[in-house]
């Protein structure tokens, strides 16, 4: 190995901790969990409905990136139910697990219970801060049966960060459980000065209950269900409701928001009834994630580490999204402006016109033990904010709502002008502003994923290849806006400045040995000769010469980095290649969806075709046809699915949004708000789809609905139905 890099590696290994990385200590694929969400709370569960609370364990409730619930088992007559079946519906909206029981011992009052004889069902759902469940036994016997139905649970509001590895020196006091009658509630006083309080109630009443167990005796009849309650109430206010009409009442409010939310979006339906599973499951895992904020709706990035607010994420996701509901830019644009950077905070990385990175609300972030609180750490969310205002602007024609974001984008294009280009070379550059903070912050954002060809880590400020993309799509789009909205001299000055950008781009980062554009400049502004996937968001925002694609695209598509699957983030041919890396050989689906989306941009329909088919075919071997984060970009072979990385998270926004993204690279799909028209360049079915219907395609109050069918000669296209005033346009 060479001493060089073995020294960089030995020294990014030392660094780890202070990356905030998580240790895979287990494989969450392996466990296959359970989630759910609703606004700022999340839940993971094991296929029975249990948290078991191990050390290295996920499971639990987690509310403002606390875990609350931390151990959850439930035992029947002192042993674990067997299971049956566990799925969380399509739409995202309840678990449902069926257990029976075990082989139950003679008793000296009752006979022995052969297994199967006794169902329960456990459904449960979140709801504003609360997990509700219903519990129904039923008993199949021929004989009324006693039953001992115990539920062990434990809380140890333990913060996010500390789930994921991190150790504190102190931690706040337990306080003692308060038990009353049907309800338990366990409490913990963080450093932060700050009460954390969890509420168990039940119906009915257990007949022992203390601070860690619920115990119910029930006498369940031949053929009768007895039905159990709980509700687990996260910093609860005045209970009010009886807990089995909670459960309800809850269930009509959680389904009612979820089916207003859902119908925003254009509905999809195809002739592989394989890819309906996973697009109803791409849209179910993306309105989930959607969190309501005073500014609109926001897509939290990911399940389990990054359920909060993270710019880059919504950003892309957003994009991604953009043709099916463009409400979630819009709120996300609003959100993010609102929670723009002001001001310098060197421990924030903020500075600014600076877009934010991510929000943490646990009490590590509250006491400065993680830089995260409220964190600038990124170097792309900025420049994507304006791509994304204009991309709204160009989807919805909403002008009112880019006229009123005009101030913040106007300070983000002064943070690209100023802190961004840090030596005034025409590049944006990044470099944490102290020990704490990230050391890169792309959005290959490990220690380890920017370096040189041999290896050696690069030093900063570093110029990431796809940042620059970012900035010239950002000054092309806001010099429309400012046209749009009769700012002529500001239209022309960012002309000129995409202009300029554009032919120093290609002329210090194209590398023509290479066939691509290289991963980045270093601090010395020394290139990085690498081929990286990066290298594919370049052809997204049009900076790209014409000249170039073609190079760029064979060298994406090429065996080195097109596994079968997807692009890998580094291809086999780079020193840091790694198929079980995070971000050094792995296939991540949001990437290849962005990179889809260049390809298609400069005509290469048949490439992003071949993205497409290997997702699809990857979701295929994945549980609840799901896109995770990422996996292992080992080469597919015939007859086996992908290689899963160990602590992905599933589901994650900008991955779940990445089929539909790729169902509008390959159709060509763009709308004219003005025109009213919607309409389809070049459209190419990928291989797996013979026909694709899209209903509510939205251009204000207007719509249509469309078919796409294969035909001997192309893709055929037919109006099904029209809402308003609306044309469709096919470009073959």
């Not at 049966?145 to 590895?165: C, H, K, P, T």
């Not at 000129?496 to 290479?514: C, T, V, Y």
């Not at 692009?567 to 792995?586: D, L, V």
């Not at 602590?647 to 025109?675: E, M, Y």
Request: glycine share 8%.
């Amino acid at each position: 190995m060479d001493t060089t890099l073995s020294d960089d590696k030995a020294a990014a290994d030392n660094q780890l901790e202070g990356q905030f990385v998580i240790p895979a200590t287990g494989s969450l694929h392996e466990l296959r969990p359970r989630t759910l969400k609703h606004g700022d709370t999340f839940a993971v569960f094991d296929h029975n409905g249990d948290a078991i609370g191990a050390p290295g364990s996920t499971d639990g409730i987690y509310h403002r990136d606390t875990r609350y619930l931390s151990h959850l088992f439930l035992s029947i007559d002192g042993l674990r139910p067997i299971l049956l079946s566990s799925t969380v519906r399509d739409n995202n909206a309840i678990l449902t697990c069926d257990l029976t029981n075990p082989d139950l011992a003679e008793a000296s009052d009752q006979p022995a219970l052969a297994h199967d004889l006794i169902h329960i069902r456990r459904s449960r759902f979140l709801w504003n801060g609360g997990c509700y469940e219903r519990m129904a036994i039923r008993n199949f016997n021929d004989a009324a049966r006693r039953v001992r139905i115990e539920l062990g649970f434990a809380a140890d509001f333990a913060d996010l960060f500390e789930v994921r590895g991190t150790v504190r020196k102190r931690r706040g006091e337990h306080q003692k459980p308060r038990v009353d009658g049907d309800s338990v509630t366990l409490g913990y006083m963080g450093l932060d000065q700050r009460e954390r309080w969890l509420r168990l109630r039940f119906d009915p009443a257990p007949t022992r209950l203390n601070g860690g167990q619920a115990v119910f005796e029930l006498t369940v009849e031949p053929g009768q269900t007895r039905r159990i309650f709980m509700e687990l109430q996260c910093d609860p206010g005045e209970a009010k409701r009886p807990v089995d009409i909670g459960f309800f009442d809850a269930l009509i409010d959680s389904r009612r928001a979820l089916r207003k939310s859902a119908s925003r979006a254009a509905s999809v339906a195809t002739s592989n009834e394989i890819f309906n599973e996973g697009v109803r499951r791409s849209v179910s895992d993306l309105y989930m994630l959607v969190t309501d904020t005073p500014q609109g709706p926001y897509p939290y990035a990911g399940i389990p580490w990054f359920s909060t607010v993270f710019g880059r994420d919504a950003l892309i996701t957003s994009l991604e999204t953009l043709w099916l509901d463009p409400t979630i830019a819009c709120g996300v644009l609003n959100h993010l402006a609102v929670n723009q950077a002001t001001e310098f905070d060197a421990a924030a990385d903020a500075e600014p016109g600076k877009i934010l990175h991510e929000v943490r609300y646990g009490e590590m972030a509250e006491l400065g033990e993680v830089p995260f609180r409220r964190y600038y750490g990124s170097i792309d969310s900025t420049p994507l904010f304006i791509v994304l205002a204009g991309a709204y602007l160009e989807r919805t024609g909403d002008l009112a709502t880019i006229k009123k974001l005009w101030p913040n984008i106007e300070a983000a294009l002064g943070w690209i002008d100023h802190e961004g280009d840090r030596d005034g070379d025409g590049f944006v550059e990044y470099g944490r502003r102290t020990s704490e903070g990230l050391i890169n912050q792309g959005w290959k954002d490990s220690l380890d994923s920017v370096f040189h060809a041999d290896g050696r880590l690069a030093k900063g400020p570093i110029a990431i290849v796809e940042v620059q993309a970012y900035v010239y799509g950002a000054w092309r789009a806001a010099a429309e806006m400012a046209r749009l909205l009769g700012h002529a001299r500001r239209e022309f000055e960012l002309e000129a400045k995409a202009d300029i950008l554009r032919m120093q781009f290609d002329e210090h980062f194209f590398d023509a040995e290479l066939g691509t554009y290289v991963l980045a400049l270093d601090g010395d502004k020394k290139p990085c000769r690498v081929r990286s996937s990066n290298a594919g968001h370049a052809l997204l925002t049009g900076i790209a010469l014409p000249e170039r694609a073609a190079a760029v695209a064979a060298t994406l598509m090429n065996g080195a980095s097109f596994c079968g699957w997807g692009i890998r983030t580094i291809p086999t041919s780079e020193a840091r290649y790694n198929p079980m890396s995070y971000h050094n050989g792995s296939v991540w689906p949001h990437d290849n969806a962005v990179i889809a989306a260049g390809l298609s941009r400069y005509g290469f329909r048949k490439e992003a075709a071949r993205i497409f088919e290997g997702l699809f075919a990857a979701s295929i071997y994945i549980d609840l046809r799901r896109q995770p984060e990422l996996f292992c970009g080992f080469s597919r072979h015939p007859g086996s699915g992908p290689t899963f990385y160990p602590v992905a998270c599933s589901p994650q926004a900008w991955a779940a949004a990445a089929p539909l993204s790729l169902i509008q690279s390959c159709l060509g799909l763009s709308f004219d708000p003005a025109r009213s028209e919607v309409s389809f360049d070049r459209p190419l079915l990928p291989d797996f789809l013979n026909g694709i219907t899209l209903r509510g395609l939205k251009i204000g109050d207007k719509s249509v609905d469309v078919a796409l069918t294969r035909g001997g000669t192309g893709v055929v296209v037919e109006t099904l139905a029209r809402r308003g005033d609306i044309r469709v346009l096919t470009a073959n």
